[in-house]
């Protein structure tokens, strides 16, 4: 046999074999399989209790829309779902502000720091979020850490406990750690390369920030938001020792009709109308956000 031939055929019995592509589909399927206990699980965890609210929403005490025509006809439950998006809102828009520093922050350090600053991060999980609230009590109260520090710089004794700024404070504390992961992970992946060409051709630093960065950085942005407005939403325990009648939102209402009166009915009809308002709100800011989103990816 010749060199050539024996050459051909060393090289053909390298190459890997190639499964053949029914193989190839009898592997996804099994893939497929796989995820069924977990889907069984989610069901059973989230599913089963959730439609267990609904149903008992209808019918309890009996059958029928008498728990959302009280809802809705009480002015007072209308004023306490608005302020619960008005409080979501402001609490997302403050871990935003917060959060978009500290990760960029993050990716620009050395890996020494960089670990330092996960650490910050990560080291409220591992705290209970009473101990926490509890911590911030004895903060935002009138003769607390903050108040002291302000009467001292001269600017008075600011009322902080009991009231919505104060509430604010508090989760905004407790949910900024889902704001900056989110964000940390899309920074990390963009390169700085691109700011450096844009400053190179005659960009400033600020306009190659907000041109070239700050759009590359939105999907970060929007995903933590969603978290965060999402979590905000049905906070409890934070308003209910942070706040007072005045800043009062849904969750502590649902807690006095289902544990405090034992009205399973009424207390799903809240729960239901603040899903639903919660999807439907999530569905109206997705397109304006996907289209944002390729607006900046075009500059």
């Known amino acids: 046999m010749s060199q050539t031939g024996l050459a051909s055929t060393a090289e053909a019995a390298s190459e890997p074999a190639k499964p053949p592509p029914r193989r190839r589909l009898h592997l996804a399927g099994n893939a497929l399989w796989l995820t069924v206990p977990a889907l069984l699980l989610l069901l059973g965890v989230v599913g089963y209790p959730l439609l267990t609210i609904v149903l008992r929403s209808f019918s309890e005490p009996m059958w029928g829309l008498q728990n959302y025509v009280w809802f809705f006809g009480t002015p007072v439950n209308l004023v306490v779902l608005q302020r619960t998006f008005e409080v979501s809102a402001w609490v997302t828009l403050a871990c935003v502000i917060c959060a978009y520093p500290y990760a960029y922050m993050m990716t620009a350090v050395g890996p020494l720091l960089r670990m330092l600053l996960v650490l910050c991060v990560l080291v409220p999980f591992w705290v209970s979020g009473v101990v926490r609230t509890m911590a911030w009590v004895i903060l935002l109260q009138d003769s607390g850490v903050i108040n002291s520090a302000l ?149």
């Open 151 to 299: 009467r001292w710089a001269g600017f008075g004794t600011v009322r902080l406990i009991r009231t919505q700024q104060g509430v604010v404070i508090g989760m905004t504390q407790v949910l900024l750690p889902f704001m900056i992961l989110p964000l940390y992970s899309v920074m990390r992946g963009i390169d700085l390369r691109l700011v450096q060409a844009a400053r190179s051709l005659g960009a400033r630093p600020s306009r190659a920030f907000l041109q070239v960065y700050l759009p590359l950085s939105l999907p970060g942005v929007y995903a933590g938001a969603i978290i965060v407005f999402i979590l905000a939403l049905g906070f409890y325990i934070t308003p209910a020792l942070l706040g007072g009648p005045r800043s009062t939102m849904l969750s502590t209402l649902v807690q006095n009709q289902v544990l405090s009166l034992l009205n399973w009915g009424r207390g799903g009809a809240m729960g239901v109308v603040l899903l639903v308002a919660t999807f439907i709100l999530l569905a109206l800011a997705a397109p304006l956000m996907r289209q944002r989103h390729r607006q900046g990816a075009r500059r």
